[in-house]
T-cell receptor, first 115, second 113 residues
Framework: EAGVTQFPSHSVIEKGQTVTLRCDPI?????LYWYRRVMGKEIKFLLH????????ESGMPNNRFLAERTGGTYSTLKVQPAELEDSGVYFC?????????????FGPGTRLTVL | DAKTTQPNSMESNEEEPVHLPCNHS???????IHWYRQLPSQGPEYVIH???SNVNNRMASLAIAEDRKSSTLILHRATLRDAAVYYC??????????????FGKGTKLSVKP
């Protein structure tokens, strides 16, 4: 069974440009999470989808970030316009349901560099 | 979710046991103790979880203190592949944050051949 996949693995963009990150969760997992680690900091939660609905977006840093999960399958995270402080590694995770006993399966991450 | 405290780093020799401690003195009765690890250049991966009793799985063992204010992740025979950052995370039943994981700084484990 395929794990969580993320695309691209790396992205280098100029400040002010737009970048879209994609996450494909494990098939059948209704719950999808986005996290990120910016330089020197801890991994931080961004938001949580249950199917196509945003369950919790309390971790989204500002309105330059837009996450979607149309159809409840893959998800995209768009940063527009990107700023220098957005550089970091963006992780996606999925789980079968949101019960705390269910493990979250993480993708390998997308490393975003904003110049 | 309650806060956890872990040492910043630990070293181990290959094929020796490793005990990774975690303090969670403010743990509540409904908090589960989860461990994840992050290998270099990879996303975090689940290791083990427990509530009160000690737990074993193919990856590790989890020893939980009787008062639940601390726990220890035990790798019985460390391999080079176990070099990673290990995170001790409390997850609570109920409340508004059931979904997301709250990562601390974790313990960076180095394994020497």
């Amino acid at each position: 069974e395929a794990g969580v996949t993320q695309f691209p693995s790396h992205s280098v963009i100029e400040k002010g440009q737009t970048v879209t990150l994609r996450c494909d969760p494990i098939s059948g997992h209704d719950n999808l999470y986005w996290y990120r680690r910016v330089m020197g900091k801890e991994i931080k939660f961004l938001l949580h989808f249950v199917k196509e609905s945003k369950q919790d977006e309390s971790g989204m840093p500002n309105n330059r970030f837009l996450a979607e999960r149309t159809g409840g399958t893959y998800s995209t995270l768009k940063v527009q316009p990107a700023e220098l402080e957005d550089s970091g590694v963006y992780f996606c995770a999925s789980s079968l349901d949101r019960h705390i006993l269910n493990e979250q399966f993480f993708g390998p991450g997308t490393r975003l560099t904003v110049l | 979710d309650a806060k956890t405290t872990q040492p910043n780093s630990m070293e181990s020799n290959e094929e020796e046991p490793v005990h990774l401690p975690c303090n969670h003195s403010t743990i509540s009765g409904t908090d589960y103790i989860h461990w994840y690890r992050q290998l270099p250049s990879q996303g975090p991966e689940y290791v083990i979880h427990g509530l009160t009793s000690n737990v074993n799985n193919r990856m590790a063992s989890l020893a939980i203190a009787e008062d639940r204010k601390s726990s220890t992740l035990i790798l019985h025979r460390a391999t080079l592949r176990d070099a990673a950052v290990y995170y001790c995370i409390l997850r609570s039943l109920g409340g508004g944050s059931q979904g997301n994981l709250i990562f601390g700084k974790g313990t960076k484990l180095s394994v020497k051949p």
